[in-house]
């Protein structure tokens, strides 16, 4: 039995987690906006937490319908078989509400009538009175746009950018999932070229790289709500488990490099990489001006201060040109990837990138700047 799951993402990484999918083997995938959807089954459900890099939830689409009456909607939310995934004693939140451009507005009252609906077709399907909602989270979300409804169920729990390697969150670190979707990005090649990042900060981009080179599965060492499902089996975890831990490749060879001014975050970076186990990823508290490198060729992949304050864009607007002298002296050669929320940053580096596009960073407005080296 096949069924559509939904891989959400940030905007900007639709099309790079479309080749994540393709690359496990899937192959009617259709891409949308913020999400991509593909077919798959149970064993797929668990496959999708386990190796997607820059998804952040996994759904299974339930149902997909027109409704512009609140009638409309608990009718065909009751038609639904949503007993194929919730048990008579499972909880299932309506968790994740939106609407837009639709009569149906209210997302309050949009929960009220989905939960109804669920609850009156479970206790028929279960043949029970009362459904007590003590055992395994079954999140369910709502979205409606243009009157189009879609009903899922979130396979993930958390979001998946929760690796489980964080030692520390007192420092706010950039995503995982966006880290791991900047270098997909880059075409990052492991075994010729060197990665570095002058900004590192705790860590993020150069585990994400750590874990690509390696090929370790980013969802490996955490567990996901629907690991509880009755109506998944749980050989179907044990067997994606031990394929993706047969296909870690333990002898890889690379070169992750990073740099920070920040002792406090450079500490926490070094509990981190030991909890990915990437010792081979090193880090050293230097400032811009003093990095350097004995290779040739290679990727500064890095994500600077921002300077989210009026009065600190003076520092900021300073430090991009001092990026761009510091990387035409000492990498020539190299490609430079830069992600920020200046919008006039190539002025200030002093060279115009060869593509750049729009990312949201934690809801801000950012752009990724590629300058391309050689061979890249």
């Not at 990665?195 to 969802?219: H, Q, R, S, V």
């Not at 200046?342 to 752009?367: A, M, P, Q, V």
Request: net charge positive; with cysteine.
């Amino acid at each position: 039995m096949t069924f559509t799951l939904i891989a959400t993402t940030t905007m900007g990484f639709e099309a790079v987690l479309a080749r994540e999918i393709k690359a496990l083997g899937y192959k009617d995938v259709k891409v949308f906006d913020h999400k991509v959807e593909f077919q798959g089954d149970y064993r797929d459900i668990c496959r999708a937490n386990i190796w997607l890099r820059t998804a952040g939830r996994i759904y299974i689409k339930i149902g997909e319908f027109e409704a512009t009456t609140f009638d409309e909607l608990f009718d065909k939310t009751t038609a639904l078989d949503w007993a194929q995934w919730i048990g008579k004693d499972d909880k299932f939140p309506v968790a994740d509400v939106t609407s837009r451009k639709s009569a149906l507005f209210s997302k309050s009252d949009c929960q009220s009538i989905v939960k109804k609906a669920v609850v009156t077709q479970l206790k028929k399907a279960h043949s029970c009175e009362t459904l007590p909602e003590t055992k395994a989270s079954c999140p369910i979300r709502i979205q409606i746009e243009n009157d189009k409804v879609i009903l899922s169920i979130d396979s993930s729990g958390s979001g998946l950018n929760k690796r489980g390697y964080r030692a520390h969150m007192d420092i706010a670190p950039l995503r995982e999932t966006l880290a791991a979707g900047l270098i997909l990005l880059s075409r990052w090649r492991p075994e010729e070229d060197m990665l570095m990042d002058p900004f590192c900060g705790t860590g993020t981009l150069l585990i994400e790289a750590g874990l690509i080179a390696k090929n370790i599965a980013p969802g490996l060492n955490r567990s996901f709500c629907s690991e509880r499902w009755s109506c998944i089996d749980s050989a179907h975890w044990r067997y994606v488990r031990q394929e993706a831990r047969d296909l870690i490749k333990k002898d890889a060879k690379y070169r992750i490099y990073g740099s920070d001014n920040n002792a406090r975050a450079l500490s926490i970076a070094n509990k981190n990489i030991e909890l990915a186990g990437l010792p081979d990823v090193f880090v050293q508290k230097r400032e811009l001006s003093e990095i350097s490198s004995r290779y040739e060729q290679g990727r500064i992949i890095t994500n600077p201060p921002y300077g989210h304050r009026l009065e600190e864009q003076p520092d900021i607007d300073l430090l991009y040109q001092e990026m761009g002298r510091v990387f035409k002296e000492k990498f020539p050669l190299w490609s430079y990837y830069v992600l920020t929320s200046c919008d006039y940053f190539e002025e200030l580096f002093g060279r115009e990138s060869n593509k750049h596009r729009k990312i949201y960073n934690g809801g801000i407005k950012c752009w990724y700047y590629q300058f391309f080296g050689r061979k890249s």
